[in-house]
């Protein structure tokens, strides 16, 4: 009877993917599908004392408005124009554009190894909230709710004319957010960007091959599983994804099969707003700091897109954590990563029951090796 047992046991689990003791403690690959790539998963590699680069903590002293603040309301921004004296979101074009609409074409050479081509598209800035000292987790569900809204209207907008419409937030120093201030970046382009390319050619070819969207599959099958799940509700679904490369990285889905944000009903993006705030808070908690991140919406590409099919395509966020061990402990993506493959430290199991047992982390400790946290 115990053999059955395990037996009906390893078949759920391969159903689940779940992984293995062995593959839990020892090296192994995993496939990710968006990027038709593999990533070195070491869990084995935490148990070794650190010794390297330890970051300072983030200062907690933020002030709710600094008039020397580009980003707050009434500040004189580089290019001597004077916010307004917003009281929700706010956006405004770029100062500095990596994109501009107007650019001329650098020409071509015909020469394979010498290629170029036109970029165009406009860089946009979004400031979620006039408060200096607050970010995401901190703000109220009907806050995050407008912030959901503007990130619709700008598909719409932007998505009328250009190819891509990449919303993405950079939080913390850590990842090189220069003003503490809560906002994102827009940037539109007439070109589709290497990361979305990848997730239109694997999304497509995965519908081809297996008649359900690859995205809507994966959620459904992680739903049912809950080894990865972070958290979730009637709409929407956060897990540590199995092909995951950076530590605590996550990835928010929608239940329902959706092309881009425009296309979420009023109920959804409430129940966005609902799960954001939650996904945000437990990174917050892990290791009660400002959890640093970027991350970014990936839906089906706009412009001439517009009127082809994109079935194959559901949409999508990316969350990228830099922490590892710590809130002064990051991971560096260097030397094997840069020159041969993706590789992270622990298995994406182990970080969800991290993320998701925060106040029990000195069982971590026991169950993979942590020399410290």
């Given at each position: 009877?115990r053999l059955?047992?395990?037996?009906r046991?390893?078949?759920?689990?391969?159903?689940?993917?779940d992984?293995t003791p062995?593959t839990?403690k020892h090296?192994?690959?995993?496939?990710n599908?968006l990027?038709?790539s593999?990533v070195?998963?070491s869990?084995?590699?935490?148990?070794?004392?650190?010794?390297?680069q330890?970051?300072?903590?983030p200062?907690?002293?933020?002030?709710?408005h600094?008039?020397?603040?580009?980003?707050?309301?009434?500040s004189?921004r580089?290019?001597?124009?004077v916010?307004p004296e917003?009281?929700?979101?706010?956006m405004?074009d770029?100062?500095?554009p990596?994109?501009?609409?107007?650019?001329?074409d650098?020409?071509?050479?015909?020469?394979p190894l010498?290629q170029s081509?036109a970029?165009r598209?406009?860089?946009k800035?979004?400031?979620?909230h006039p408060?200096?000292d607050?970010?995401?987790?901190?703000?109220?569900?009907?806050e995050i709710r407008?912030?959901i809204?503007?990130?619709?209207?700008?598909?719409?907008?932007?998505?009328a004319?250009?190819t891509?419409?990449?919303i993405?937030?950079?939080k913390?120093?850590m990842m090189?957010?220069?003003?503490p201030?809560?906002h994102?970046?827009?940037w539109a382009s007439n070109f589709?960007p290497n990361?979305?390319?990848l997730?239109e050619?694997?999304q497509?070819d995965f519908?081809q091959?297996?008649g359900?969207?690859?995205l809507?599959?994966?959620?459904?099958?992680e739903a049912?599983a809950q080894?990865?799940?972070v958290?979730?509700?009637?709409?929407w679904?956060?897990?540590?994804?199995?092909?995951?490369t950076?530590?605590?990285q996550?990835?928010?889905?929608?239940?329902?099969?959706v092309?881009?944000?425009?296309d979420?009903?009023?109920?959804?993006r409430?129940?966005?707003?609902?799960?954001?705030?939650r996904l945000?808070?437990k990174?917050?908690?892990?290791?009660?700091?400002?959890?640093?991140y970027?991350?970014?919406?990936h839906g089906?590409?706009?412009g001439?897109?517009l009127q082809?099919?994109?079935?194959?395509?559901?949409?999508h966020?990316?969350y990228?954590p830099?922490?590892?061990?710590s809130?002064?402990?990051r991971?560096?993506?260097?030397?094997?990563e840069?020159?041969?493959?993706?590789?992270?430290?622990?298995t994406p199991?182990?970080?969800?029951f991290?993320?998701n047992?925060?106040?029990k982390?000195?069982?971590?400790?026991f169950?993979?090796g942590f020399?410290q946290f």
């Amino acid at each position: 009877r115990r053999l059955h047992s395990d037996t009906r046991e390893r078949r759920r689990a391969m159903t689940r993917g779940d992984v293995t003791p062995q593959t839990a403690k020892h090296q192994h690959l995993r496939y990710n599908p968006l990027r038709d790539s593999w990533v070195l998963v070491s869990a084995h590699r935490m148990k070794r004392p650190w010794k390297g680069q330890v970051e300072k903590p983030p200062e907690d002293n933020t002030p709710r408005h600094d008039p020397n603040n580009p980003l707050c309301p009434g500040s004189v921004r580089a290019n001597g124009e004077v916010n307004p004296e917003y009281d929700s979101t706010f956006m405004f074009d770029n100062d500095f554009p990596a994109l501009q609409p107007d650019a001329p074409d650098p020409g071509s050479d015909h020469h394979p190894l010498f290629q170029s081509k036109a970029a165009r598209g406009v860089c946009k800035v979004m400031c979620f909230h006039p408060w200096s000292d607050i970010t995401l987790p901190l703000m109220q569900p009907a806050e995050i709710r407008k912030v959901i809204d503007k990130w619709a209207d700008l598909i719409v907008e932007l998505g009328a004319e250009y190819t891509w419409v990449q919303i993405f937030e950079n939080k913390g120093a850590m990842m090189g957010c220069s003003n503490p201030h809560p906002h994102c970046q827009v940037w539109a382009s007439n070109f589709l960007p290497n990361e979305a390319a990848l997730a239109e050619r694997c999304q497509r070819d995965f519908l081809q091959k297996h008649g359900e969207p690859l995205l809507v599959q994966y959620a459904r099958m992680e739903a049912q599983a809950q080894e990865r799940v972070v958290v979730e509700n009637e709409h929407w679904l956060v897990v540590v994804p199995y092909w995951a490369t950076w530590p605590f990285q996550t990835l928010l889905l929608p239940r329902r099969h959706v092309f881009r944000l425009p296309d979420l009903t009023a109920q959804e993006r409430d129940s966005l707003a609902s799960i954001m705030k939650r996904l945000l808070t437990k990174y917050d908690n892990l290791f009660e700091v400002s959890f640093p991140y970027s991350m970014g919406w990936h839906g089906a590409p706009t412009g001439s897109h517009l009127q082809e099919d994109m079935s194959h395509w559901q949409l999508h966020a990316h969350y990228y954590p830099p922490l590892l061990r710590s809130a002064t402990i990051r991971k560096f993506m260097v030397g094997y990563e840069m020159l041969a493959n993706e590789q992270r430290d622990l298995t994406p199991e182990q970080v969800c029951f991290l993320l998701n047992n925060y106040k029990k982390r000195h069982i971590l400790v026991f169950a993979i090796g942590f020399s410290q946290f």
